[in-house]
């Protein structure tokens, strides 16, 4: 849902579009203040966002309210991701080739599971499981 898309973009699990704020701010010079998630098959949006956009992202919405964040939060949000993007590229380098999302369910409805092939029974155990595993 849109309300579990804005949790996992302020929680710093997914990667996707800060990562594309950050390359947006280097290649053109100006300041992402806001992240906007459209998922055009059902019409929805996931918006977090600065106190500067609230009221943009809050004329596009279509379902949940946007997350409106204090500037600092919101560049750590970026920060963070970057950070957590280089540990990924760094353990590639090292010949580690981890498959271990922080959800174990987002496997199930990936358009790349069949080239990425994970191991769910390999996923490290999620918070609170108390299974062994984290597969789904």
């Known amino acids: 849902t849109d309300r579990e898309a804005q949790k996992r973009l302020v929680a710093g699990e997914d990667l996707q579009l800060p990562l594309y704020a950050l ?28 106190e500067a956009v609230a009221d943009a ?8 309210k946007p997350q409106v964040l204090e500037r600092s939060v919101f560049r750590a949000l970026l ?12 353990a590639v ?18 358009a ?3 080239v990425c092939r994970p191991d769910v029974d390999a996923f490290l155990p999620a918070a609170g499981d108390d299974d062994g595993g984290g597969a789904p």
């Not at 053109?28 to 019409?43: D, I, P």
């Not at 992202?57 to 949940?64: C, P, Q, T, V």
């Not at 380098?93 to 990936?110: I, Q, T, Y």
């Open 23 to 50: 390359a947006v701010e280097a290649l053109r010079g100006v300041t992402v203040e806001g992240l906007e998630l459209v998922a055009g098959k059902r019409r929805g949006r996931a918006a977090v966002g600065t």
């Open 57 to 64: 992202l809050a004329r596009r919405a279509e379902g949940d």
């Open 79 to 90: 920060a963070q991701a970057e950070a957590r993007a280089s540990d990924v590229v760094a």
């Open 93 to 110: 380098r090292a010949g580690r080739l981890d498959k271990n999302p922080v959800d174990a369910s987002v496997c199930d409805g990936c």
């Open 112 to 114: 790349v599971r069949g």
